[in-house]
C-alpha cells in the first residue's frame, strides 16, 4: 500500500552532503532557501535540510511514504498507536516520535 517517497535529513553539514550525494550520481530535483535553511531534493528520495545546530551533525528529519489513500493509511497508522501530527491530516508520529509524512502516489 505505501513505498518510500522521501527521507528528509537534518544537517548542519549541507554544503559537504549535497556534494556527496552529487558525486554519488544522484540528480538535483529542486533546491530552496538561503542560508542557513536551505534544503534540496534529489529524485532519488533524499531531502536536506540545511539547520543551524544539532546534537550529532545529522538527523533523520521525517520520512515520507507514497501511497494510494492517504485516509486509509492514516486510518492504520492511529489503529496501531500512532498519533496525529498538528501539521496536518497527511501525517502522523510513531511512538518513538519519528514523523511521517504521506504523500499523494502518483501513478
Known amino acids: 500500500m505505501c513505498r518510500l517517497h522521501h527521507v528528509a535529513i537534518a544537517t548542519t553539514c549541507f554544503d559537504e552532503y549535497k556534494e556527496l ?3 554519488l550520481g544522484m540528480v538535483i530535483k529542486r ?3 538561503q542560508i542557513p535553511t536551505r534544503q534540496i531534493w534529489f ?3 533524499i531531502q536536506l535540510k540545511e539547520v543551524s545546530s544539532l ?3 545529522t538527523n533523520v528529519e521525517h ?3 507514497a501511497t494510494k489513500d492517504i485516509d486509509e493509511t492514516i486510518k492504520i497508522a492511529l489503529s ?3 498519533k496525529l501530527d498538528p501539521r ?3 501525517w502522523f508520529i510513531l511512538s518513538n ?3 511521517i509524512e504521506l504523500m499523494k502516489e502518483d501513478y
Open 21 to 23: 550525494f552529487k558525486k
Open 31 to 33: 533546491e530552496v532557501g
Open 43 to 45: 529524485y532519488e528520495g
Open 55 to 57: 546534537e550529532h551533525g
Open 63 to 65: 520520512i515520507a511514504l
Open 80 to 82: 496501531n498507536g500512532c
Open 88 to 90: 496536518g491530516n497527511n
Open 97 to 99: 516520535g519519528t514523523e
